[in-house]
């Protein structure tokens, strides 16, 4: 199962780090990704990271904006987010799919065997 938190309520311009904790599985032999969903919105793919390839992605409009990790003697993922803006308000969601789906690309929601129940980020303006 994965376990996100550190979401909550932050000004634009402001920093958040959300984790996300992982059991129950190998956790070297997947990638974890976070997903978002705002009201009346598709979820979509946020970031990604595959330690076992080696592989970050992110998407273009948070690019620069926040970072990706793994910390694999945890167990445990973070995305730090930073100059936040009013757009990045969503509740947040990480995801875990099998390492070698690299190759099918990291936006599919349905590509991922695990979710966590997500966290809440507000941005105000």
């Known amino acids: 199962q994965l376990q996100a938190s550190g979401g909550g309520l932050v000004q634009a311009g402001g920093s958040l780090r959300l984790s996300c904790a992982a059991s129950?599985?190998?956790?070297?032999?997947?990638?974890i990704a976070w997903f978002r969903q705002a009201p009346g919105k598709e979820r979509e793919g946020v970031s990604y990271?595959?330690?076992?390839?080696?592989?970050?992605y992110y998407r273009s409009s948070v690019k620069s904006r926040f970072t990706i990790s793994s910390d694999n003697a945890q167990n445990s993922v973070y995305l730090q987010m930073s100059d936040l803006k009013p757009e990045d308000t969503a509740v947040y969601y990480c995801?875990?799919?099998?390492?070698?789906?690299?190759?099918?690309?990291?936006?599919?929601?349905?590509?991922?065997?695990?979710w966590g129940q997500g966290t809440l980020v507000t941005v105000s303006s």
């Open positions: 995801a875990a799919a099998p390492a070698q789906y690299y190759r099918r690309g990291w936006v599919r929601p349905s590509d991922y065997d695990y």
């Open positions: 129950g599985f190998v956790f070297d032999d997947y990638a």
């Open positions: 990271i595959n330690s076992k390839y080696g592989i970050t």
